[in-house]
């Protein structure tokens, strides 16, 4: 099974890959042992939590791809066109 889990100071967010309705949400403070799932009871700190595991998940990748490819080719042309 495929998921995404977010930490915060206060909160833990899973995301279960394959169910689009279902997912844990636990406080810290008021359930330790997360017994209590609030994933249905409070809508807004679930979209949330949401956004910042995006964000975290967005801030991971690389910003800029590598453009070797490009390079190389630019200077094969450059350099074969320059006898003419």
Do not use: V
């Amino acid at each position: 099974m495929r998921l995404r889990t977010l930490i915060t100071e206060n909160h833990r967010l899973t995301l279960y890959d394959g169910f689009h309705n279902f997912g844990d949400i636990f406080d810290y403070r008021n359930d330790p042992d997360e017994i209590n799932n609030l994933w249905t009871k409070d809508k807004e700190l679930r979209n949330t939590l949401i956004e910042k595991l995006l964000r975290e998940i967005i801030s991971l990748r690389p910003r800029y791809p590598k453009r070797c490819a490009y390079t190389k080719i630019k200077f094969f042309i450059i350099s074969c066109c320059s006898d003419i």
